[in-house]
């Protein structure tokens, strides 16, 4: 079974800051890791599919990198809307199997 | 415009019986896997299982610790997740969403169903 192990758990920055979030797979994932963005009350939004691939309609401030076992995603200047929870994913073929990470925090400082 | 609109919140006793639902617009339903996904209160994101309605596949998390079943209705274009009976511990928000054509991400979100079960 794959664990995802995403650090920090809570992140304090400042808006127009740079946010670093880090998720870790327990076995070789590939590219195969997706991230989400929830925001309080809301469902999860997918914001990156296969490690770097920014989905329909999210902002270029949002960029994935990793392959393996380390990913990060990346804001490049944080928004107000942007102070979430955010969740790192990955999809085992067999047994088919998703799991979650813990999640970030993002918060204001 | 893909949406999934999900029904709205429910609060049951235990033991009691469950259905919510899924209804989903804007693309072929039958031709993607929805994925049911489990929130509950103040925790993370939990995968329960994935449906296909085109053929009715399932396929169930080990980790379920109770009986849910997953179903769809073609014809009406909703996918379903059922309890027959409810214990306090599925208290949660629980989500559906649709897998997406390359298969390893859900690119569209249903807005969620809270799901209160207390005596």
């Known amino acids: 079974e794959i664990v995802l192990t995403q650090s920090p758990a809570t992140l304090s920055l400042s808006p127009g800051e740079r946010a670093t979030l880090s998720c870790r797979a327990s076995q070789s994932v590939g590219s195969l890791i997706a991230w989400y963005q929830q925001r309080p009350g809301q469902a999860p939004r997918l914001l990156i599919s296969d490690a770097s691939n920014r989905a329909t309609g999210i902002p270029a401030r949002f960029s994935g990198s990793g392959s393996g076992t380390d990913f990060t995603l990346t804001i490049s200047s944080l928004e107000p809307e942007d102070f979430a929870v955010y969740y790192c994913?990955?999809?085992?073929?067999?047994?088919?199997?998703?799991?979650f990470g813990q999640g970030t925090k993002v918060e204001i400082k | 415009e893909v949406q999934l609109v999900q029904s709205g919140a429910e609060m049951k006793k235990p033991g009691e019986s469950l259905k919510i639902s899924c209804k989903a617009s804007g693309y072929d339903f039958k031709s993607y896997w929805i994925g049911w996904v489990r929130q509950m209160p103040g925790k993370g994101l939990e995968w329960m299982g994935s449906?296909?309605?085109?053929?009715?596949?399932?396929r169930y998390s080990p980790s379920l610790q109770g009986p849910v079943t997953m179903s769809a209705d073609k014809s009406f274009n909703a996918a379903y997740l059922q309890w027959s009976s409810l214990r306090s511990t599925d208290t949660g928000v629980y989500y559906c969403a649709r897998r997406s054509r390359d298969g390893h991400a859900y690119d569209f979100w249903g807005q969620g169903t809270r799901v209160i079960v207390s005596s």
């Open positions: 994913q990955h999809r085992t073929t067999w047994p088919p199997t998703w799991t």
């Open positions: 449906f296909y309605p085109g053929d009715s596949d399932a």
